[in-house]
């Protein structure tokens, strides 16, 4: 079946009804005259210029600082997504500016050590503010609120991305097993998720970034984990099984037999949907690489040290507070930990309700007179560090 071209009709594109809406911003983006950019390649631009986006590449993807250069850690996974959502959006007809720009952003919530750091944030953010923390959610609290970029007047801004980039950011959650995915009619407030995978994406091009995600990282994985030698030549063989291989299974042929089968079996009345073969397939490899990767006994030393770390840098900025008189706490503890408390204080210090705003424009999102705005703001921190600045601020915690 030939179905090149086929979504070209419901595309994120000036034609659909949705446009307005798709391309919707909080406020109007400066410009300069002259610019020949469509808003979904602004926002790519402006994605790709984030701290968020270039910290990736020392954030674990699954294995932990990886001694092997050809070990994937959360960038390399972040362009595999663009690239496989590239190749089915182009052929369906859909908008390849938008899908990059979606991949790009998808993961920027997550925070350092992979999703084992991410379970470590929803237990603290759980215990002390009593709601969980998720890297979609955080994804679109990092665009909306966090990332600042420098207008043309030199004055820090926040992104201001168009709806559909950040819908597709707090939509795209790949761990779901469902097939026949479709876009949803109404566009909602997006703080209003509680939970992911709460809403199907609001575009054809969010839908096929949901995909992707899920498609990147499961080949990857186990090309990775066979580098790392996690796999013993019995499980390979159960996978060749599971993949119907008679030599050891690779990344590119999964993504490829994947892929293909997307393109041919979606349909805008059907969705974007694997073959009935095809999702079995994507189904039991998933928990194979649950089984003999993901909850491997090698995993759990680093595991362990992750939950110390990251406690003992909350608990430290934590001890920080103390209302108005916090901006003198900071400097009364500042020279038992320097980097932790500076970086700490020129972070925040854009973002709360004190102090000179000289050159800042973003908004303010934190309340010195509230405490559990503080510790939401302590979170929002530990998310962005990359894996070696955490570890690097926990051994100045500890040394004496």
């Known amino acids: 079946m030939n179905n090149k071209y086929l979504f070209k009709s419901v595309a994120a594109n000036e034609e659909n009804p949705n446009w307005s809406q798709m391309i919707k911003r909080e406020h109007e983006l400066y410009s300069k005259p002259g610019d020949i950019r469509s808003p979904f390649e602004r926002d790519f631009n402006r994605i790709l210029h984030t701290n968020a986006y ?49 991949a790009c952003a998808h993961d920027l919530g997550h925070g350092p050590f992979g999703h084992k750091g991410e379970k470590i944030l929803s237990k603290i953010s759980q215990r002390e503010l009593g709601k969980t923390f998720w890297h979609e959610q955080n994804g679109l609290n990092i665009v909306d609120d966090i990332e600042l970029l420098d207008d043309y007047d030199g004055n820090k801004q926040n992104l201001n991305l168009t709806y559909a980039v950040r819908d597709g950011i707090i939509s795209h959650c790949g761990e779901i097993d469902e097939n026949s995915i479709k876009p949803r009619e109404d566009a909602i407030d997006l703080k209003k998720y509680t939970n992911p995978n709460k809403y199907a994406p609001f575009t054809w091009e969010g839908c096929i970034v949901k995909v992707s995600d899920k498609i990147s990282y499961l080949g990857r994985d186990i090309e990775d984990a066979i580098e790392e030698r996690f796999l013993t030549d019995d499980m390979l063989n159960e996978l060749a099984n599971i993949t119907g291989t008679s030599s050891r299974t690779s990344n590119s042929s999964i993504i490829n037999t994947l892929v293909t089968d997307i393109c041919e079996n979606s349909s805008p009345e059907e969705g974007i949907k694997l073959s009935k073969e095809a999702l079995e ?30 406690n003992q840098i909350f608990d430290i900025l934590k001890d920080t507070y103390d209302g108005k008189n916090t901006e003198k706490r900071m400097k009364e503890i500042e020279k038992y930990y320097p980097n932790l408390i500076s970086g700490f204080y020129g972070w925040i210090s854009k973002y709360w309700n004190i102090g000179n705003r000289v050159g800042l424009k973003n908004k303010v999102i934190f309340d010195i007179n509230n405490k559990k705005d503080y510790i939401q703001a302590i979170i929002y921190y530990i998310s962005g560090m990359t894996d070696k600045y955490a570890i690097d601020v926990y051994n100045e915690i500890i040394k004496f």
């Open 281 to 310: 397939m994507m189904n039991k490899i998933k928990a194979f690489n649950y089984k003999y990767i993901y909850g491997a006994k090698r995993m759990i030393p680093s595991d362990r040290y992750f939950d110390v770390v990251i």
């Open 54 to 102: 270039n910290r990736l590449k020392h954030k674990t993807q699954v294995f932990f600082s990886p001694e092997n250069d050809h070990i994937s850690t959360r960038i390399d996974h972040v362009n595999y997504v663009e690239s496989i959502s590239y190749t089915i959006s182009n052929y369906l007809g859909l908008n390849s500016e938008l899908t990059r720009a979606i």
